[in-house]
T-cell receptor, first 113, second 113 residues
Framework: DAGITQSPRYKITETGRQVTLMCHQTWSHSYMFWYRQDLGHGLRLIYYSAAADITDKGEVPDGYVVSRSKTENFPLTLESATRSQTSVYFC????????????FGPGTRLTVL | GQQLNQSPQSMFIQEGEDVSMNCTSSSIFNTWLWYKQDPGEGPVLLIALYKAGELTSNGRLTAQFGITRKDSFLNISASIPSDVGIYFCAGPPRGGGSEKLVFGKGTKLTVNP
């Protein structure tokens, strides 16, 4: 039972490069989320998705693009990476009909040089 | 937007001691969630609270939903070294839709053996 997985776990890239972070869940949860975690800011929502082909902006969406063609996958793309996007990125999911609990993946640590 | 204030920001305790931390808001929350994050990992849900005054336990952990709906408390009894980590409170912001959560900035717990 894999639950929710993220890949890669670690990534180093250069300013201006495109980077895609992958998120996959095996629970068939309707909702999926992308957060970034930075010292002093805690967890901040980047984008979320209520179902396949339905996405919406969170608190800090600028510089990021998401898609959700399949329920189980929710990739996050940095179209032109900047140093300010150096962070730890977490994907999460939740069931649509039961409470507010979100379940998190292990995270991707991204460094932009 | 709505914010959750956690205190203390950090705690240094001896193994075997009891721990108490809290989360407050200027706004009413209808749900309180408590997560723990181990170093290098994603947050893991510990306890979910849905009713004012509710007291819920999970092993050595006990959490309470404040009567005013503006606060919640987490207690850990007889701490052990594996309790080390960051504890976050979270809840759905009013008017923001129940699909999203706002997070506190966490309480970092260190347990000395």
């Amino acid at each position: 039972d894999a639950g929710i997985t993220q890949s890669p776990r670690y990534k180093i890239t250069e300013t201006g490069r495109q980077v895609t972070l992958m998120c996959h869940q095996t629970w068939s949860h309707s909702y999926m989320f992308w957060y970034r975690q930075d010292l002093g800011h805690g967890l901040r929502l980047i984008y979320y998705s209520a179902a396949a082909d339905i996405t919406d902006k969170g608190e800090v969406p600028d510089g990021y693009v998401v898609s959700r063609s399949k329920t189980e996958n929710f990739p996050l793309t940095l179209e032109s990476a900047t140093r300010s996007q150096t962070s730890v990125y977490f994907c999460a999911s939740r069931i649509s009909y039961a409470g507010n609990e979100q379940f998190f993946g292990p995270g991707t640590r991204l460094t932009v040089l | 937007g709505q914010q959750l204030n956690q205190s203390p920001q950090s705690m240094f305790i001896q193994e075997g001691e009891d721990v108490s931390m809290n989360c407050t808001s200027s706004s009413i929350f209808n749900t309180w969630l408590w997560y723990k994050q181990d170093p290098g990992e994603g947050p893991v849900l510990l306890i979910a609270l849905y009713k004012a005054g509710e007291l819920t336990s999970n092993g050595r952990l006990t959490a309470q939903f404040g009567i005013t709906r503006k606060d919640s408390f987490l207690n850990i009894s007889a701490s052990i070294p594996s309790d080390v980590g960051i504890y976050f409170c979270a809840g759905p912001p009013r008017g923001g839709g129940s699909e999203k959560l706002v997070f506190g900035k966490g309480t970092k717990l260190t347990v000395n053996p």
